[in-house]
Nanobody, 124 residues
């Protein structure tokens, strides 16, 4: 059974950092592009970052560029999202998603498999 499990969310003060993890089971992430998405209450889901399965190309939403970094460790079958300089507007449930193939996009509809999400709250 293909499964993605996010972890690492929590409560952090503005300016702080968190590292989210997305661990896969039941399949090998090597051949999947991975995306991170978030959804805040009352708002639409937003693509945050993604990474290809081939050359490791990465993409970021303008709202997180320069603050977030996506990476993958295929040996651990895990993708990470390092989030620095967090702002209150980063508060949301964060999801990782996988799509077979090399091409990574920030469009949620392109992804086939989703995790259950992890809450990130940025507040003083």
């Amino acid at each position: 059974q293909l499964q993605l499990v996010e972890s690492g969310g929590g409560l952090v003060q503005p300016g702080g950092s968190l590292r989210l993890s997305c661990a896969a089971s039941g399949f090998t992430l090597d051949y999947y592009a991975i995306g991170w998405f978030r959804q805040a209450p009352g708002k639409e889901r937003e693509g945050v970052s993604c990474i290809s399965s081939s050359d490791g190309s990465t993409y970021y939403a303008d709202s997180v560029k320069g603050r977030f970094t996506i990476s993958r460790d295929n040996a651990k079958n895990t993708v990470y999202l390092q989030m620095n300089s967090l702002k209150p507007e980063d508060t949301a449930v964060y999801y990782c998603a996988a799509r077979p193939g090399a091409i990574a996009t920030l469009g949620g509809r392109d992804y086939d498999y989703w995790g259950q999400g992890t809450q990130v709250t940025v507040s003083s």
